[in-house]
């Protein structure tokens, strides 16, 4: 079982960039899938971006690319989402996950307690 804590939420202005962290615990981890999903008040979760386990192959949703940046270094068990050009839009709870993502869902995946980015305009 992997424990994920996230963190480097905040607020910042549209225009203006964070990296979110993802602290992972386990065995397992340098060998796992790991992802960010986001939730904004109202909607339902969704897939931002996510990597494979030895960082050689990305994907990010379609109207995040060249924005986002999904990265990970095995030998600190963590995970980053850097965002840059942020906008209002962007302003959601932002959640790390561990397993594999089908689609844009992740049925059995771990997760984190979520970390919030408010962009304000």
């Known amino acids: 079982q992997v424990r994920l804590v996230e963190s480097g939420g905040g607020l910042v202005q549209a225009g203006g960039s964070l990296r979110l962290s993802c602290a992972a615990s386990g065995r397992t981890f340098s060998t796992t899938p790991m992802g960010w999903f986001r939730q904004a008040p109202g909607k339902e979760r969704e897939f931002v971006a996510r990597?494979?386990?030895?960082?050689?192959?990305?994907y990010y949703a379609d109207s995040l690319k060249g924005r986002f940046t999904i990265s990970r270094d095995n030998a600190k068990n963590t995970v980053y989402l850097q965002m840059n050009s942020l906008k209002p839009e962007d302003t959601a709870v932002y959640y790390c996950?561990?397993?594999?993502?089908?689609?844009?869902?992740?049925?059995?995946?771990?997760w984190g307690q979520g970390t919030q980015v408010t962009v304000s305009s």
């Open positions: 990597i494979n386990w030895s960082a050689g192959s990305t």
């Open positions: 996950s561990a397993g594999i993502i089908v689609g844009n869902s992740c049925p059995t995946c771990a």
